[in-house]
């Protein structure tokens, strides 16, 4: 069974851009969830998505959004991107959104110079 | 709102040597897991506790979620160099699916 892949594995950026990331959830699974984990700091609830909907949201600005697919896969995309954006962002999967571990990828490292 | 308390915030252990992590929640745990992330990766699901008293093993590792269910411990039997990295407890929180995460603990084995 192939695991939650997440692409690109590397991006580098400049302020002001925008950043798309992409993610596959394990077959089967309709919750995906976004994390964002800066140098140094825990990990960050960025978004949830099930079954085609926005079902939470952390405490992040507006130009975090993002949405997921008829086939459950997801994208994350970051508008105006600024330094402190530059961490790794990880993405997860669960069979359900309730007492389902959450299985993640390996992340996409973002670098904004 | 729910907090994870980690502690302690990095270990270093000798090779073959037994350890222990704790994971102290302010309010009762619903779901508690256990999850390893290498440096700059991402995490590796462990172990999912539930029910107060309820001990689970995977390989040398077996973790525990108290009787009153707000605190749970991570314990490392004859630790190897492949255990080192950063282990990280996630709850159940109290609104809308959202997992409560703790600090993670830095593990590093000395050979």
């Known amino acids: 069974e192939a695991g939650v892949t997440q692409s690109p594995t590397h991006l580098i950026k400049t302020r002001g851009q925008q950043a798309t990331l992409r993610c596959s959830p394990i077959?089967?699974?309709?919750?995906v969830y976004w994390y964002q984990q800066a140098l140094g700091l825990g990990l960050q609830f960025l978004l949830w998505?099930?079954?085609?909907?926005?079902?939470n949201r952390g405490n992040f600005p507006p130009r975090f959004s993002g949405r997921q697919f008829p086939n459950y896969s997801s994208e994350l995309n970051v508008n105006a991107l600024e330094l402190e954006d530059s961490a790794l962002y990880l993405c997860?999967?669960?069979?359900?959104?309730?007492?389902?571990?959450?299985?993640f990828g390996d992340g996409t490292r973002l670098s904004i110079l | 709102s729910q907090e994870l308390e980690q502690s302690p915030q990095s270990l270093i252990v000798q090779e073959g040597k037994n350890l222990t992590i704790n994971c102290t929640s302010s309010?009762?745990?619903?779901?508690l897991y256990w999850y390893k992330q290498k440096y700059g990766e991402g995490l590796i699901f462990l172990m999912m506790?539930?029910?107060g008293g309820e001990e689970k093993s995977h390989e040398k590792i077996t973790a525990k979620l108290d009787e009153k269910k707000q605190q749970s411990s991570l314990h490392i039997t004859a630790s190897q160099p492949s255990h080192a990295g950063i282990y990280l407890c996630g709850a159940d929180g109290d609104s809308n699916y959202q997992l409560i995460w703790g600090a993670g603990t830095k593990l590093i084995i000395k050979p």
């Open positions: 506790l539930q029910k």
């Open positions: 309010k009762t745990l619903y779901g």
């Open positions: 997860a999967s669960s069979l359900e959104p309730d007492n389902q571990p959450q299985h």
């Open positions: 077959s089967g699974h309709t919750s």
């Open positions: 998505y099930d079954e085609g909907e926005e079902r």
